[in-house]
């Protein structure tokens, strides 16, 4: 299996809600990464997990909360969020987050928040 | 800091014809370098990366790169374009203790 799954593929919420992404990958990967992508511009890092801890944080605002529930899973809790927020929101994976280690990307979450 | 810069916006080829992306580069020390693609509303995919060894690097598709140290390149070539090709294409570098950093990207569309 060398694929990088998210749920769900669209995603519109008011800036009242709750919501969650979901990023799956069973590559035997240990490194894994949000990223949010606006319409023909290129992905920014937000967060990354090495080995289930998390290693980067971007300066990411609070209303995004990520989590890695474990070497398979990630997730990414929303609440608050503003309509400047809506993006494409990619998960990735690589096999240790080395820095030689190519990405392997789902085919991302598209997120309208009205 | 490391940066990526991709000097071309949009790119047009007709088909049929050899096809080149151009990439440049800054980083401190070696640089680890990569070529994604996207087709529109979908992930990133690998297309090839150089990490060491040999300059021309192959990859998927036909696509192959070519590192050059001295101008700090790293170019995506393809001897022969299919309009299937045509995506949008982006360098990324990498370096030790860092993370991946895109280029801008550039839009390629390929003519029947």
């Known amino acids: 299996d060398t694929e990088v799954t998210q749920t769900p593929k669209h995603l519109v919420m008011g800036m009242t809600n709750k919501k969650s992404l979901k990023c799956e990958q069973h590559?035997?990967?240990?490194?894994m990464y949000w990223y949010k992508q606006k319409a023909k511009k290129p992905p920014e890092l937000m967060f990354v997990?090495?080995?289930?801890?998390?290693?980067i944080n971007e300066s990411v605002p609070s209303r995004f909360s990520p989590e890695c529930p474990n070497s398979s899973l990630l997730n990414l809790h929303l609440h608050a969020l503003q309509p400047e927020d809506s993006a494409l929101y990619l998960c990735?994976?690589?096999?240790?987050?080395?820095?030689?280690?190519?990405?392997?990307f789902g085919p991302g979450t598209r997120l309208t928040v009205l | 800091a490391q940066s990526v810069a991709q000097p071309e916006d949009q790119v047009n080829v007709a088909e049929g014809n050899p096809l080149t992306v151009k990439c440049t580069y800054s980083?401190?020390?070696?640089?680890?370098l990569f070529w994604y693609v996207q087709y529109p509303n979908r992930g990133l995919q690998f297309l090839l990366k150089?990490?060491?060894?040999?300059?021309l690097v192959k990859g998927s598709y036909g696509f192959e790169a070519e590192f050059n140290k001295s101008q700090t390149s790293f170019h995506l070539k393809k001897p022969s374009a299919l309009v299937s090709d045509s995506a949008l294409y982006f360098c990324?570098?990498?370096?030790?203790?860092?993370?991946?950093?895109f280029g801008p990207g550039t839009r390629l569309s390929v003519l029947p």
């Open positions: 990735a994976s690589s096999q240790q987050g080395l820095a030689g280690d190519e990405q392997f």
């Open positions: 150089y990490i060491t060894g040999d300059n």
């Open positions: 997990y090495s080995y289930e801890k998390l290693s």
């Open positions: 980083v401190s020390g070696n640089p680890y």
């Open positions: 590559m035997g990967h240990r490194a």
């Open positions: 990324a570098v990498n370096n030790y203790g860092q993370n991946f950093v």
